[in-house]
């Protein structure tokens, strides 16, 4: 028998607390090839992101896999950004203060590069998006034939018919750009959506950070060091004694989509007002009289329900075995 071919996936990221285990469980995992890790503003800026990039790729000793530099600012060119250091610690990793990595990201643009890779391989990539959509709009912008090129796009992003995380109308991530999020939905790519209706299920409890701490693993360790912050945030914002797992659960959805259940339909963006950043969600069963934004619009797969134990299962097992 040949050896299975590897799923190509390329992340597009902001580390990061749970981004940071995301990556290390996607580097973890037998079935997937991580091609590179483009960078994105959201829980710290995109130049603290890619530097924390570059240090999670040298913690994990893999610095063979490069690091792309993506977007200072949205698509519609706000440098105004919502940063989620709060959940994440300044340094976007728990405040531990971590050397500086010794390695440098490459000289191509985020956009640029996944509009490259997109055409050198053909519906054989899946990029896994972590944060705000802008890398993944601009790469649509510039170029018609990205959405057909590109295998899949599994986000993590909305609050399918529940409150936002962010205020209760919006997600952090389609909230961080909410026109990019709108581009990429309604681009016709293959997408599959990961909301905070799925995310929130999937709970890291205290006694799964013990597992990981009694362990060996060096990944596992590393990350024991980092959780603290984000357990205390959660105890403060959700009343909860583990954190959620939003990252991984995306992640896990790309390697392994029978993890999680799917319902289909057009997916659009509130841009303006008080509701900025709400998903919307059509399960296009009515056929509506008038012509409108919602007419003809591609459909996407969004996440409903989720294997929750299997996922921190994975999650643990990846991390112990590192």
Not at 152 to 168: H, K, M, R, Y
Not at 241 to 252: F, I, N, Q, R
Request: glycine residues 8%; negative net charge; proline residues 5%.
């Amino acid at each position: 028998m040949g050896e299975v071919e590897k799923k190509k996936i390329i992340i597009d990221t902001d580390p990061g607390i749970d981004d940071a285990m995301a990556i290390f469980v996607a580097l973890g995992s037998p079935e997937v090839e991580v091609i590179a890790l483009t960078t994105i503003f959201g829980n710290v800026y995109t130049s603290l992101a890619t530097k924390n990039a570059l240090h999670l790729l040298e913690v994990a000793e893999r610095t063979d896999i490069p690091v792309v530099e993506g977007s200072h600012m949205t698509i519609m060119k706000a440098t105004k950004l919502r940063i989620a250091d709060f959940v994440h610690g300044k340094d976007g990793l728990g405040n531990q203060n971590f050397p500086q990595p010794k390695g440098k990201c490459i000289e191509q643009l985020a956009p640029e590069f996944l509009v490259e890779q997109a055409k050198l391989h053909p519906g054989n990539i899946t990029i896994v998006a972590l944060g705000p959509l802008t890398n993944i709009a601009l790469a649509i912008q510039l170029d018609p034939e990205f959405s057909k090129n590109i295998g899949q796009i599994v986000l993590l992003g909305g609050a399918f018919s529940v409150n936002g995380n962010v205020n209760p109308a919006a997600e952090a991530n389609i909230f961080g750009d909410p026109e990019a999020a709108d581009i990429v939905f309604t681009s016709g790519a293959d997408i599959l959506a990961v909301g905070i209706n799925v995310t929130h299920q999937v709970v890291f409890t205290d006694n799964d950070r013990k597992k990981l701490e009694e362990s060996e693993g060096k990944l596992a360790k590393y990350l024991c060091k980092i959780l603290g912050l984000y357990f205390s945030y959660h105890r403060e914002a959700y009343h909860t004694k583990g954190v959620y797992l939003h990252d991984p659960t995306a992640l896990l959805a790309a390697i392994n989509p029978s993890l999680l259940t799917y319902t289909e339909g057009v997916v659009r963006v509130q841009t303006t007002g008080i509701t900025r950043g709400m998903t919307l969600f059509d399960n296009t069963l009515k056929k509506y009289g008038e012509i409108t934004e919602w007419t003809d619009k591609p459909k996407v797969k969004v996440a409903v329900t989720v294997d929750s134990p299997a996922i921190v299962e994975i999650v643990l097992d990846r991390l112990i075995n590192s």
